[in-house]
């Protein structure tokens, strides 16, 4: 640490979830319903796309959803979560493009925004 109380490493930088320059990845291939531990990741689904689930995340949480798939699929407002479009402010399910990619941002417990390539 400098005076400025800037930190300079020689070596890789990371915590649980692996170096702090990369963004891990959690691949499904089937209908997925997020998990406490997927933010901070990004989350890519081949099919059954994924649902946002009530109380599970907390304020500043982030997940990044990829459709790694040649179809549209789509990301459910579980009961209890309210989705906010970045883009208008409409609240529901989402539909993600073919090869979209979508970033969730939690304000709280129960209500994200989001936003991203691909989505309706």
């Given at each position: 640490l400098d005076t400025s109380q800037n930190a300079t490493?020689?070596?890789?930088v990371s915590d649980s979830k692996g170096d702090l320059r990369d963004?891990?990845?959690n691949s499904k291939t089937s209908a997925y319903t997020l998990i406490a531990s997927d933010a901070g990741k990004l989350v890519d689904n081949q099919s059954g796309?994924?649902?946002v689930p009530n109380s599970v995340f907390s304020a500043g949480k982030a997940i990044t959803l990829l459709?790694?798939?040649a179809s549209d699929q789509t990301i459910?407002?579980?009961s209890g979560v309210t989705i906010y479009n970045a883009a208008d402010g409409t609240?529901?399910?989402?539909t993600l493009a073919t090869r979209g990619m979508a970033t969730l941002?939690?304000?709280n417990a129960s209500e994200a925004y989001i936003s991203g390539a691909g989505l309706t």
């Open positions: 490493f020689a070596g890789t963004i891990p990845k796309g994924w649902t459709n790694n798939s459910t407002q579980g609240t529901g399910n989402r941002y939690f304000v």
